[in-house]
């Protein structure tokens, strides 16, 4: 798990890719800036406001603390990060997003290409 100031540095990073700033996304949050310098002196915010800063950033919560779950296979959050790598790649820019049906269909690939590799 990320410690507060390896948190904040995330939060900072995937907002210079994505053009935006600590104070556009505190203020869409509806935080005040001592969320950030909390963040830099070493007091991890509450759960709720880390989820909304993730949400405001396209990522999921474990994301953000880098938290990897058991078994990624069932988890939504880890489902979440492949699905914003690969659109990424895919778009090559931080800007578009994929629409829910695409992520559906691409989730529903990965999957069953999951389970032809089993069989193999």
């Given at each position: 798990m990320r410690s507060p100031q390896e948190v904040r540095e995330v939060i900072l990073e995937l907002l210079n890719e994505r053009g935006g700033n600590t104070h556009q996304m505190l203020k869409k949050c509806g935080y005040n800036t001592?969320?950030?310098?909390d963040l830099k002196k070493g007091q991890m915010p509450s759960a709720d406001k880390i989820a909304n800063i993730a949400k405001?950033?396209?990522?999921?919560?474990?994301y953000l603390l880098d938290i990897v779950p058991e078994d990624v296979e069932q988890s939504v959050d880890s489902d979440s990060v492949?699905?914003?790598?690969?659109?990424?790649e895919f778009?090559?820019?931080?800007?578009?997003?994929?629409?829910?049906?695409d992520m559906q269909i691409i989730l529903d690939?990965?999957?069953?290409?999951?389970?032809?590799?089993?069989?193999?």
């Open positions: 001592s969320l950030v310098n405001f950033l396209g990522v999921s919560s474990d492949l699905l914003e790598e690969m659109r990424r778009y090559g820019n931080p800007v578009t997003k994929f629409t829910p049906e690939a990965v999957k069953m290409l999951a389970k032809l590799k089993n069989k193999n």
